[in-house]
């Protein structure tokens, strides 16, 4: 999944993580209605999300874009996309990071 919001019409946050947290090599499972419709690691996202972090800061700079305390920075997908349709409830569980859910309205 190319990183560019061409899926996706919002995100959901869950708990805050520090950076000591290890992210890397997680497994990833994505539920709708109760159904695991995928799963997948988060090495899936260019090797280690921390990538997209660093390939994000990179291009910040060479932007003159500042990085501002309590920006969102979205690391990819580690998933295929899917298909949602109004009422569908979603469900996200990553190892070691907890579950994160959305109603589809």
Known sequence: MIADNCSSTG?????????????D??????KVNGEAVQSGSTDDILGNPWNSFLEAT??????????KKGMVLLA????????LK????????????????LLVK
């Not at 995100?11 to 992210?23: D, P, Q």
């Not at 090599?25 to 994505?30: D, E, G, M, N």
């Not at 990179?58 to 990085?67: D, Y």
Request: aromatic content about 10%; hydrophobic content about 45%.
């Open 25 to 30: 090599s997680l497994s990833i499972s994505l």
């Open 58 to 67: 990179r291009i910040f700079k060479r932007e003159g874009i500042e990085l």
């Open 11 to 23: 995100y959901v946050l869950g708990e805050w993580l520090t950076a000591e947290n290890k992210f």
């Open 76 to 83: 990819g997908a580690a998933t295929p996309a899917v298909f």
């Open 86 to 101: 109004a009422g569908d409830e979603v469900k996200a569980t990553c190892d070691g990071m907890g579950e994160v859910g």
